[in-house]
């Protein structure tokens, strides 16, 4: 059992890694909008589309396979600049204020015009190119042949998280954050441009779940289908975490991932339910999340 333990952990921490991406964005656009953004999984499988095919090109083309590297962070940019502001200056900003039930509505919409996208743009097939997990090479721990490229996954997923806490904490940003989501109508009046902040808040949160759909390419490739699990799977560690929590949204993450991997170990057979098994027991208990308030009032 104990010559388990470590790569057991430590898949553990990199498929929580994945997961965290996936949740973090969403929490932020929901912690600064209040807006329940069913699309945003989405976003996450067409960071990881386009990540995989411009390593493809890269690959095509004879090009330097280190520029991968750069492919995998240039995707997430892209969609974050394209589709961030186009998204929030339309259908984003049409329903913050609005109910929970016209924003679940409004956005699961664009979930299938997006998906139709992907489909139009990408096709139906697989794509997988692990070129950046190849370069990076094996780490032998513990006796055990481990992924570096999945180690770079923990680092930068700690990474975010302090990055965020740093960017809400100690900059002019994140306290222009703090106040719209204290009083967006007394920001307002002393000359706080909501809009702008609005517009920042949620390409960021685009950024993280495209660049999160990137980085799980080289490890298990893109699929038709995967916003679907990636959005589900989102909202799980969102609710586990406490809606609006940032640290809430990485503690979920490795609970999540501890029980998908534990069952991979022990259990295969209940992969993919063990993560909704972890968020039942969670809200059965705490059912306003780990970190959660009844009154969420937390970036």
Not at 167 to 189: F, K, N, P, Y
């Amino acid at each position: 059992m104990s010559s388990a333990f470590i790569p057991l952990l430590l898949d553990s921490l990199a498929s929580a890694a994945l997961i965290f991406f996936a949740a973090v964005g969403l929490t932020l656009v929901f912690s600064v909008l209040k807006v329940l953004n069913v699309a945003h999984g989405s976003l996450y499988s067409i960071g990881g589309y386009l990540a995989a095919s411009l390593s493809l090109f890269v690959a095509s083309r004879g090009l330097n396979p280190y520029f991968s590297f750069v492919a995998l962070l240039l995707s997430a940019a892209l969609v974050a600049a394209v589709l961030g502001p186009l998204l929030e200056a339309t259908l984003i900003r049409w329903v913050c204020g609005k109910s929970e039930a016209v924003q679940i509505l409004a956005t699961f919409g664009l979930f299938l015009i997006l998906e139709d996208l992907q489909r139009i743009i990408f096709g139906v097939q697989s794509y997988y190119e692990d070129t950046p997990m190849r370069l990076m090479g094996t780490t032998t721990l513990g006796g055990v042949v481990y992924l570096n490229y999945q180690l770079v996954l923990i680092g930068v997923a700690l990474a975010v998280i302090f990055g965020l806490r740093f960017l809400i904490r100690h900059t002019r940003l994140g306290r222009l954050m703090a106040a719209v989501v204290a009083d967006r109508e007394m920001a307002q009046s002393i000359g706080i441009n909501t809009d702008r902040i609005f517009l920042l808040a949620f390409s960021l949160g685009v950024f993280l779940a495209a660049l999160g759909g990137a980085l799980s390419t080289p490890t298990s490739g893109i699929a038709p289908g995967l916003g679907a699990d990636t959005m589900v799977l989102a909202f799980a560690v969102a609710a586990i975490g406490g809606l609006g929590q940032i640290e809430g949204a990485a503690l979920a993450s490795l609970i999540v991932g501890v029980a998908r991997v534990t069952a991979v170990y022990v259990a295969p057979e209940f992969d993919a339910v063990a993560p909704y098994a972890a968020m039942l027991v969670v809200l059965l208990v705490r059912p306003y999340g780990l970190l959660g308030t009844m009154k969420i009032r937390k970036v």
